[in-house]
């Protein structure tokens, strides 16, 4: 499952939470049945579970993805024998930025993996060319 189909269904499992609390307030004023209170509730109970089910795999799945962004920035920089500054330089980032990216602090977004693409592909073109 994908970051964003775990944050839609937490997004869900948020509306029926909701749901389910403004029912059982309105269960507390009417003294509907108490099988119907009873069912919201344990309804209500498992809800809760998957959705702190669901926060946990985000965490897992997010940490996973940094971990090898993480891993992958090192052994680039590693590779083309660069410090930090260097690498950041490069690029077009701050040293900083590059710090949190290998101590998977920070993702990198799109932009910053076509910045590090870019940089590569340079870097393949001009040893062709030599």
């Not at 869900?12 to 389910?20: A, G, N, P």
């Not at 998957?50 to 940490?63: A, D, R, S």
């Amino acid at each position: 499952m994908k970051l964003k189909g775990i944050t839609e269904k937490l997004s869900d499992i948020e509306d029926r939470i909701s749901l389910i609390n403004r029912s059982l307030d309105g269960d507390q004023e009417n003294h509907s049945g108490i099988n119907q209170h009873c069912i919201l509730v344990n309804t209500l109970s498992i809800l809760v579970q998957q959705q702190q089910i669901l926060k946990h795999l985000f965490g897992v799945i997010y940490k996973a993805s940094n971990s090898k962004n993480a891993m992958m920035v090192r052994a680039l920089r590693d590779d083309l024998e660069m410090n930090q500054l260097e690498f950041a330089n490069e690029i077009g980032v701050t040293r900083e930025t590059v710090s949190r990216w290998e101590s998977g602090k920070y993702s990198m977004n799109p932009k910053n993996m076509n910045l590090i693409e870019n940089y590569i592909d340079q870097k393949i073109t001009k040893q062709e060319t030599t």
